[in-house]
DNA sequence: TCCTTTCGTATTTTT
DNA sequence: TACGAAAGGA
């Protein structure tokens, strides 16, 4: 306790009624959770078991449980929930899925397999072009977040098209149902409408959970925000954490007015500021806090912090994208060289994936290590899919589509034509894909060749179930990627038999994954059931640690997005120009705050020293456009920034800049190692 | 069934 | 420009 200041103090001990924290990037926020959860267990005497803390991601479930359980004496943590909201929901939904009509071992679609479905169900019930797929996906993911049920968005439709969608929306449910498949956004919406029709199950919860804690608070949406109401009741025993100008999700259905709403749902609620940072120079706070006061606030705050000044921020403009990218790779050497930095150490915020492409070739170009984040996940991998599919298969054989993804894979003939028949068939039956091989009636209605081969396949299917209920699981598995020759089909689809090794590799990674979790569990608490792992692993619980290669010496690349939460010594954020920060169609929609709020957590990510570059010109789409600056560095406070532009250098900057002086730097760099 | 070509479209993406 | 998806041909 020792170690927090007054405000951080008064947040942790403040445990009789509702209370927000707003706390500004790098004041500590997360340790006031975690001493938080201490001090309930150890001064408080309240079980660990009753105490629930909910992140958004994974990554800060993992380190929140971390901390904790470093404060905390032994097993006195035992029991303690701390998990992302669709984890809970997902245990919520586990636990009481008889009542909501699931059968145990119910699959979860990730975004892909519901894109899919809707692509599916335009094409079956409307005959309509595919093309708006992606907005009605966006449409049922905002209606589910909204607490919208099919029926409701029926009732509300306006327009013809709301019409229609509305009856896809109630479509796609009832095929999920079907599926005995819920989404991403069903994992919170499921159990906020069961709570409000059975009111003896939320009381079995809130009995469960009697001390709620919620970090990040400003991205909650609404579906989440009402189970949090829901669980907290009458006690009012809730702490949230959260910043409205860190509120970047808006576009995901996060709310930051609900910072406002608690106000209003709580009257007793105390508000606790934490304004002092322990991360960055005054003038880099400064430069934040004059940008942000640009957008309107409920809530006023100011960071301070007892660090120096520090040095000024510097505004490059440099020609064109290619510069840039040649720019920065050579501030990045000039900062290893000069001084001595590690790579680490340095950071490079963008706002669009696509930013990142030529600044690798740079750094490639001069061997200058780096980390790239939130690229193509692990779960993206075409293999990593397949194996997933046939493991939610095995859970759920009803999943129609893992079905359809691995039916085929390898090559069983089982072709597009065979399928549609197939479909049909199970459709008049009204069973799933999988339940309709078993149907005698199939050998009528499907070409004998084609029923031998789905037959076979299903048999293969039923014979690894079969075996992983008789003997251990993992081997079974392992075997039917034998049986299925997986590696062959790899071999014969890849361009290389390294790459096609690699990909196999990683199909062994994910079954050793399970491995461990059936045998030992998460924290090696209690082993897991297949349909509990597997559901952790679509969850992206388990398996992502492969990526935190954290102590190697590399630049980390990220978007802006991705950078919340993080920070660097040097941070370098790129294409500061209007049309990309802020992005067109955020200016078009009239989100210039979000945008504002972006670069806001972009500045607050840097510790020391911290530099932004911009284009006069860049090319999009294949021409040439001429760049504006973006608004916000007229946002910055004059007397803190370094304007550089072309043509009127300062000689003592360029040091890094041009060929020659590269190759004296790698002079260096040579005799340096 | 698989390979090629062509066409259309361009954010961010916690789970 | 650059990528992925759909369509068309072998």
């Not at 975690?34 to 990554?59: H, M, P, Q, S, W």
């Not at 998990?83 to 059968?103: A, V």
């Not at 001390?211 to 702490?239: F, G, I, K, M, P």
């Not at 920060?581 to 945008?595: G, K």
Request: glycine fraction near 4%.
């Amino acid at each position: 306790m020792s170690q927090l200041n007054s405000r951080q103090r008064q947040a942790v001990q403040y445990v009789d009624g509702p209370l927000l924290v707003l706390a500004g990037a790098g004041s500590g926020k997360t340790s006031v959770i975690t001493r938080k959860i201490a001090y309930l267990i150890e001064d408080c005497g309240i079980k660990a078991r009753y105490i629930a803390a909910v992140t958004f991601t994974n990554k800060a479930a993992r380190e929140m449980k971390e901390r904790v359980s470093q404060l905390v004496s032994g097993s006195s943590a035992r029991g303690l929930t701390v998990s992302t909201f669709h984890n809970l929901g997902l245990n919520i939904i586990r636990r009481e899925c008889g009542e909501l009509g699931f059968r145990p071992g119910f699959s979860i679609f990730d975004d892909q397999d519901s894109k899919t479905l809707i692509k599916d169900l335009l094409f079956k019930e409307f005959s309509e072009a595919s093309d708006d797929v992606n907005l009605l996906q966006a449409r049922f993911s905002e209606w589910k977040n909204g607490l919208v049920t099919p029926e409701k968005a029926i009732r509300q439709a306006i327009t013809q098209d709301d019409l229609l969608s509305a009856r896809l929306y109630q479509q796609y449910n009832q095929h999920l149902r079907a599926y005995n498949a819920v989404d991403f956004d069903d994992l919170i919406m499921l159990p906020v409408l069961l709570f409000r029709e059975q009111p003896q199950i939320l009381q079995k919860w809130r009995d469960k959970i009697r001390y709620l804690l919620v970090d990040e608070y400003q991205d909650t949406n609404l579906s989440q925000y009402e189970l949090v109401r829901q669980l907290v009741a009458e006690r009012q025993a809730l702490t949230v954490v959260g910043d409205d100008d860190q509120s970047i999700y808006a576009w995901r259905g996060a709310r930051p007015e609900n910072l406002a709403q608690l106000q209003k749902d709580f009257p007793d609620l105390k508000v606790v500021k934490l304004e002092q940072n322990y991360r960055s120079t005054a003038r880099i706070l400064k430069a934040a806090n004059h940008l942000i006061a640009n957008n309107p606030h409920v809530f006023e705050k100011s960071l301070w912090s007892d660090f120096g000044l520090g040095e000024e921020i510097r505004l490059i403009q440099v020609r064109n994208e290619e510069t840039e990218a040649e720019r920065i790779a050579a501030e990045i050497l000039d900062h290893r060289l000069q001084k001595r930095v590690n790579y680490r150490d340095c950071a490079v915020l963008y706002r669009g994936n696509h930013q990142s492409r030529l600044l690798e070739m740079k750094l490639q170009a001069y061997q200058v290590p780096y980390q790239l984040s939130g690229g193509v996940s692990f779960f993206a991998r075409n293999e990593i899919k397949d194996a997933m599919a046939y493991l939610r298969l095995l859970a759920n054989p009803d999943d129609d589509a893992a079905f359809l993804r691995v039916v085929n894979i390898p090559r069983r003939e089982i072709g597009p034509a065979t399928l549609e028949s197939l479909s049909q068939f199970a459709e008049q039956n009204r069973v799933s894909l999988f339940a309709a091989i078993h149907l005698e009636s199939l050998d009528e209605a499907l070409r004998d060749r084609s029923v031998n081969n789905l037959r076979e396949f299903a048999h293969l299917i039923l014979h690894t179930l079969q075996r992983c209920e008789e003997q251990e699981a993992p081997e079974a598995l392992k075997l039917l990627f034998t049986a299925i020759e997986y590696e062959d089909w790899l071999l014969q689809n890849c361009a290389s038999p390294q790459q096609a090794e690699r990909r196999m590799g990683n199909v062994w990674l994910l079954l050793e994954q399970l491995e461990r979790m059936l045998e030992y569990g998460p924290a090696e608490e209690n082993a897991l059931s297949l349909q509990e792992a597997i559901a952790k692993l679509i969850l992206r619980d388990i398996l992502e640690q492969q990526n935190e290669e954290e102590n190697e010496d590399k630049v980390h690349l990220l978007t802006l997005h991705a950078s919340k939460g993080l920070e660097f010594p040097h941070v370098f954020m790129m294409g500061l120009e209007e049309d990309l920060l802020p992005h067109r169609n955020s200016i078009e929609n009239d989100q210039i705050e979000e945008e504002r709020r972006l670069m806001y957590v972009g500045i607050t990510r840097a510790r020391t020293s911290l530099a932004m570059t911009y284009c006069k010109e860049r090319k999009q789409f294949g021409e040439k456009i001429e760049s504006t600056p973006s608004r916000f560095l007229d946002e910055l406070p004059d007397e803190d920034v370094i304007w550089e532009k072309i043509g009127q250098e300062n000689p003592e900057r360029n040091r890094a800049k041009g060929k020659a002086t590269l190759d004296a730097l790698f002079k260096d760099l040579a005799e340096d190692s």
